[in-house]
């Protein structure tokens, strides 16, 4: 089953052992993990990583490379399945980072997404939880990596980013 | 709203323009414009300065109280000329630049910066300095208004770097009296301890160090991690015991095991 992967910026919101566990029935998101989860015109941006994981690297630096900062990347895996249960449309969409061929091949959004809807995946994504977290030094690693296969055109990079890889 | 690359890069530039310009101006007022580009403004009772940022190109134009403008135009690359002449038109100090000194006047006609024969203009030379505290509220109204999100600077973090980078420890100090406003979100804390723990300023780490530190005490697990993070950025050892007693007491397992790591990190890095 192919895992869906979603940036996040409040980790501890997803946390399902969180402070906000103390007071909200087991299983019930807080209300403002929905911060991590705003939708553009009903969609949300998604990534898909393959059944191996064999793509999680490549698309964390993809998503790391138009950034202007490395200081941290969180993100949330959660199942193809958390989306299907709940009839929410997925559609492949370019992504707008610096890897072309990841844009293509494993952006996607989730589309005509209601209140209702995105709760519900809240939930489902808080019981996949915790949220996980590269640094900036395995962010570095990761688009080293991605800069040395020619995934990545390094030239594009920020100045203070292409500081940081290894000389080419 | 995905941004485009433009978005990023425009950032890209407006952070590298306060580096460029940082050590020869104060701190300026940042506006994102609705096309993308950022502003960079400052109004005194001497005058107006304003450098627009964009993805390509930048323009640029300082005015005199009551005169046309004194240097304008556009350029691929901002100079340093140009937070020199803002710093010396605006803000006159005994220590900063006198625009009428025929040896810097001469530079800087020379690099094509000015549209007119600058040194005719009168500036008072007094001790007046730029408000700090105004200057940190400005920065924080701004909080309001923008967006934050991971890797990408705005409005509010490019203010609070220009402010730490241009006026020092005391400022830093500043802030971290704003930050215990009541009245403060709790993501705009954690948005201000990310941004100081990010920023490469070697003179202000010990005020800045103390004001993460002091954060590991927060209520607020949103505000406990950013400041997990800006340790980890500024691979500050002197929070290590900090770090160990937030630990102990951290009741958020996830928060805990990042604290772990980043005290890991903080004891075995060369």
Request: with cysteine; aromatic share 6%; hydrophobic share 40%.
């Amino acid at each position: 089953m192919a895992k869906l992967l979603r940036r996040i910026q409040h980790k501890p919101n997803w946390d399902p052992q969180g402070e906000f566990s103390t007071y909200l029935p087991p299983g019930q998101a807080p209300a403002d993990s929905l911060d991590d989860i705003a939708t553009d015109a009903n969609r949300l941006s998604i990534w898909q990583i393959d059944d191996e994981g064999t793509n999680l690297d490549r698309v964390l630096a993809a998503m790391a490379s138009p950034r202007e900062n490395l200081q941290k990347l969180d993100y949330l895996i959660f199942d193809i399945q958390d989306v299907q249960v709940l009839e929410i449309p997925v559609e492949a969409s370019p992504g707008n980072t610096l890897d072309q061929e990841a844009n293509k091949s494993w952006h996607f959004h989730l589309t005509h997404l209601s209140a209702a809807a995105l709760a519900s995946l809240a939930n489902r994504m808080l019981a996949r939880g915790p949220a996980r977290r590269q640094n900036e030094r395995q962010l570095i690693a990761l688009l080293d990596k991605s800069v040395a296969n020619g995934w990545i055109d390094q030239s594009r990079l920020s100045p203070s980013i292409r500081s940081k890889l290894s000389p080419p | 709203m995905e941004k485009s690359h433009d978005d990023d890069v425009v950032g890209q530039n407006a952070l590298w323009a306060l580096d460029q310009l940082q050590n020869f101006m104060c701190a300026p007022e940042v506006t994102r414009n609705p096309d993308g580009t950022f502003s960079f403004e400052w109004s005194t009772d001497r005058g107006s300065g304003f450098i627009q940022i964009g993805a390509g190109r930048s323009a640029y134009q300082v005015c005199a109280l009551g005169s046309a403008p004194i240097a304008g135009g556009a350029a691929q690359d901002l100079e340093p000329y140009v937070g020199m002449l803002v710093n010396a038109l605006l803000y006159p100090t005994p220590s900063s630049i006198c625009i009428g000194d025929p040896n810097v006047s001469a530079q800087l006609v020379g690099c094509g910066w000015f549209t007119q024969d600058f040194t005719t203009v009168s500036v008072p030379k007094d001790d007046e300095t730029h408000s700090s505290d105004s200057a940190v509220g400005r920065a924080f109204a701004a909080s309001d208004l923008v967006e934050f999100e991971d890797g990408k600077e705005n409005e509010f973090t490019l203010q609070i770097i220009a402010l730490v980078k241009q006026q020092g420890p005391q400022v830093v100090e500043r802030i971290a009296r704003a930050l215990t406003d009541r009245k403060r979100s709790n993501e705009t804390i954690a948005q201000t301890l990310l941004c100081l723990g990010r920023m490469h300023d070697p003179a202000t780490l010990g005020a800045r160090s103390r004001v993460v530190r002091k954060a590991l005490n927060s209520p607020s697990a949103i505000v406990r991690d950013a400041a997990t993070v800006a340790i980890d950025s500024m691979a500050d050892r002197d929070a290590t015991a900090e770090l160990r007693t937030a630990i102990e007491r951290e009741p958020v397992p996830s928060l805990r095991k990042d604290m772990e790591s980043v005290l890991a990190y903080l004891e075995t890095a060369p």
